[in-house]
């Protein structure tokens, strides 16, 4: 059965303070990874989709990386805007149309 | 422009109520999908349409009726709910997943349900 685990549970970080959050993923085949941010009382923003270990994207403060059996996002120098709930969400190859969610990691950046 | 747009944003209804929540994309997306979210909870699956037709239910109890009448709308029409369906409902769209590939959910911003 697939499974998502994500870690910490929460994060709180200085404004300026780097740190990385690991999503740890087993899957019989992996079609996508993906990284969402969500506001509270919003729906989740696309962040990153991850295909194949090696793989790494950058979106600002933001970098994804995926190996084989985890992808780490790293936050560089946050900033408060940076406060939310980050998801990690794997599809496998054994389910066509459904995104195995991780349960987040909020993160709290204070100024 | 990735907007799914749901509507109404926030809804109280009573147990015998009916009501219906919407959902629209316009960026030529044939799978859109229903997320429930409950508090400090990641959104679980709850309806998959592809091409217009129901492709997945997680075994979904019957007072929730899933209805996609052309390839940008989908509906939830809600019937008889209890108070422990009160959460966020998310709608999502995305390319329809071919072969091995994987394509990118675009979620809107939910509608916020409370049952009485």
């Known amino acids: 059965e697939d499974q998502v685990t994500q870690s910490p549970e929460a994060l709180r970080l200085q404004e300026g303070e780097s740190s990385s959050l690991n999503c740890s993923y087993t899957?019989?085949?992996?079609?996508?990874l993906f990284w969402y941010r969500q506001d509270p009382g919003k729906g989740p923003e696309f962040l990153f989709t991850?295909?194949?270990a090696g793989e790494e994207k950058e979106k600002e403060r933001l970098k994804a990386t995926l190996t084989k059996k985890e992808s780490f996002l790293h936050i560089t120098a946050p900033k408060p805007e940076d406060s939310a709930t980050y998801l990690c969400a794997v599809h496998s190859t054994d389910s066509w149309g459904k995104l195995q969610f991780g349960a987040g990691t909020q993160v709290v950046v204070t100024p | 422009d990735t907007e799914v747009t749901q509507t109404p944003k926030h809804l109280v209804m009573g147990m015998t109520n009916k009501k219906s929540l919407k959902c629209e994309q316009h960026m030529g997306h044939r799978a859109m999908y229903w997320y429930k979210q409950k508090a400090k909870k990641p959104p679980e699956l709850m309806f998959v349409y592809s091409y217009e037709k129901l492709s997945i239910n997680e075994s979904v109890p019957s007072r929730f009726s899933p209805e996609c009448p052309n390839s940008s709308l989908l509906n939830l029409h809600l019937h008889a709910l209890q108070p422990e369906d009160s959460a966020l409902y998310l709608c999502?769209?995305?390319?329809?997943?071919?072969?091995?590939?994987?394509?990118?959910?675009?979620f809107g911003a939910g509608t916020r349900l409370s049952v009485l």
């Open positions: 899957v019989s085949g992996l079609r996508g």
């Open positions: 999502a769209s995305s390319q329809v997943p071919e072969g091995a590939w994987s394509n990118i959910q675009y």
């Open positions: 991850l295909y194949s």
